[in-house]
């Protein structure tokens, strides 16, 4: 079978044209790899300015025993009478950057009398710097560990929590370390 130069152009034509489509396949790959990876820094990029746009405004509820005379007096005697209080006098205060809004705890009224009343209660809007608000709070106790805790959202409706460890030292009850977590969709993610 001779080859004419006609059929020799054509097979160098067609092998020029499946180079150059090959050189185009892998040039369009590297392009869109780049791309892909340029798409993903402004992604991560606009992630962490939300997040700082968030943070300019992030409330922070601290949690602290009462410091009345009271208070003490009602502490030494619920650690003289249990191990596991039932409650004792808070104060909260928004040691955050901007309001607090929705804050909401569990609480005990009334732990001197014989028939405690639990509730759910609802403080509003705690405002940064606005004067400490008193409760007389619950003491909750997961796997041995009691804890104080309450929940609240930002300007932006993200569910925050606030806890501290109920600690006994010397003889009577002190409070832990201040945790706070971001609630999403009633789960905690770490802070």
Not at 36 to 63: C, G, L
Not at 151 to 162: A, H, I, K, M, T
């Amino acid at each position: 079978m001779d080859m004419t130069i006609t059929d020799w152009i054509q097979a160098i034509s067609t092998l020029v044209l499946v180079g150059v489509t090959a050189f185009y396949a892998w040039k369009t790959h590297n392009l869109s790899k780049a791309t892909e990876k340029q798409v993903n820094a402004s992604v991560k990029m606009a992630e962490e300015m939300a997040q700082t746009r968030y943070d300019t405004v992030r409330p922070v509820i601290d949690i602290q025993l009462g410091t009345s005379a009271n208070d003490y007096i009602e502490r030494g005697l619920a650690h003289k009478a249990t191990t596991h209080p039932k409650g004792l006098n808070c104060i909260l205060a928004n040691i955050g950057l901007g309001p607090a809004l929705d804050v909401h705890s569990h609480m005990i009224i009334g732990i001197a009398t014989p028939k405690p009343e639990e509730l759910d209660y609802n403080f509003g809007v705690i405002a940064v710097g606005e004067p400490e608000k008193q409760l007389c709070q619950a003491v909750h106790e997961k796997e041995g560990v009691m804890y104080f805790d309450v929940q609240y959202r930002d300007v932006f409706g993200r569910l925050f929590e606030s806890k501290r460890e109920l600690v006994e030292e010397k003889g009577n009850w002190t409070l832990g370390p201040l945790r706070t977590s971001v609630m999403e969709n009633g789960a905690k993610q770490n802070d």
